[in-house]
């Protein structure tokens, strides 16, 4: 192929590239789980003020449910302070191991 269909299969591929890696949402579940421990654990261990909380709490609506609007009334600073890329994450990991998901747990 000459040069300009080598420039215009190259620029085909790139677009193709960006919308996918923008097509792929959601956090990082595994990042998630370790960001879970270290700050919801806290107050949602048992017997913590929160309550006990692990992924099997909620189901995969609600956990979304409740990062999109309700995490806004949680109590203290927590859903404020913690970074939104975070937040993410750590919403992924409780849906991926929600008690209606394909793999529920208890959060190890
Ligand atoms: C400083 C302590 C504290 C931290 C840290 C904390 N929470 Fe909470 N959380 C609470 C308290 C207190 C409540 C209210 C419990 C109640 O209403 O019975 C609550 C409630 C909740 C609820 C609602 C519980 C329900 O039954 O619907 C969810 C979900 C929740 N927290 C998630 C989180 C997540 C996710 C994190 C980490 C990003 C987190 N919390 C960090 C104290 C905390």
Not at 2 to 17: E, G, P, Q
């Amino acid at each position: 192929m000459n040069w300009k269909m080598f420039l215009i299969v190259t620029l085909v591929l790139s677009a193709f590239t960006v919308t996918s890696a923008i097509a792929i949402e959601g956090g990082n579940a595994r990042k998630g789980k370790h960001l879970f421990k270290k700050n919801c654990k806290v107050c949602h261990d048992a017997g913590g003020e929160g309550g006990e909380l692990t992924p099997m709490s909620k189901t995969m609506s609600q956990w979304d449910r409740y990062f999109k609007k309700k995490a806004k009334k949680h109590p203290g600073d927590v859903m404020t302070k913690t970074k939104k890329k975070d937040l993410k994450d750590i919403n992924q990991f409780l849906f991926n191991s929600a008690a209606d998901s394909p793999s529920p747990a208890t959060c190890g």
